[in-house]
């Protein structure tokens, strides 16, 4: 199957076409790029190569400036785009990546048609919109990378707190991959049984291990001026879910018509069924009235930023 990055160049892109090349279910990888970063891209493919042979690894890496390669990709995954960066306000980076994901979601629909794009580029539920209007196609083939990374994010700081091994959490965050993301903590689940029947939960400091997650990616930032292999596996868990046609649950941002609270004409964080033709089908959630309360405003901040882009794209 084939899976094409556009921004590949970026720390994100190449950290994602590493991790990809080594699943056995991707048998063509694209590294696209504009045309100023494709020496940088043939250098990170070569140099793929000598890693991937010593794993006996047998994938064909292509790279490329011309959005035509782009045809007959199952999968594309765009990191085009500029970073958050401190100071920034989320409507300019907004802005300046949406005229990026604009043009790229329109040359996915021109070159490959029955493809599904996933959007990675932030702030991603805004940019997941941007590529669903642009492109044309039907919501269940745009989703964002939202609120997966978010979730194990979560997952590993529960495993830590309770000492447990990470793969016995069963935990989410919905909404915005942003401020306004929701812990779902009441439905939170270790080893099947809810979070708050641990001894260890009267030394949880809820407010504070929200505050941590929602601050993940910013402290990474701050320490290794970017995040690269969080992403890079969340990003691979999800194009292995669609190619394998795994059907499993995973939190990731899709368009929304009123399936959850009422929430409708927006993009954000859902659990939903994954499998071959992208979103299979939108989860309910469970959450109490707090997170009911805190998802509907992170629906109210996305959209606000989401018809401001737009206002400027479709003038
Ligand atoms: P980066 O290292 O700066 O790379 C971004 C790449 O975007 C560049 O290498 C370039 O690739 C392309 N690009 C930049 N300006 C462009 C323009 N004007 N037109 C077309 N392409 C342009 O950034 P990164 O750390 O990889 O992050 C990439 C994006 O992913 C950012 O928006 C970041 O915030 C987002 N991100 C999201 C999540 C999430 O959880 N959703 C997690 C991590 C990062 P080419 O030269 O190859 O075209």
Redesign the pocket.
Known sequence: MKVSI????????KATAFCLAEESVVSELVL???E??LD??EGEAIDMYDALAAKDINVQIGTSCQLESLVDSDIVVI??????SSGMPTID?AI??AK?IAQ?ARAVARHAPESIILV???P?DVMTYVAYKTSGFPRNRVI???NH??SLRLKNMLAKHFKVHVSEIHTRIIGE?GENMVPLLSSTSIGGILVKYFPEYSSFDVDDFIEKVKNA?IHVISKKG???F??AF?IANIVNTVLKDEKTILTITTYLEDEIEGVNDVCLGVPVKLGKNGVERIIRVKANDDEIKAFILAAKSVKKVTDEVMAVLNP
């Open positions: 556009l921004g590949a160049s970026g720390r994100v892109g696209l790029s504009r100023c970063s940088q891209i990191t085009a785009g500029i970073p958050r980076l300046t990546n990026i790229y990675v580029t932030n991603v964002g990378l939202g990374l978010d991959h990616g970017s995040t690269e969080g992403p969340a």
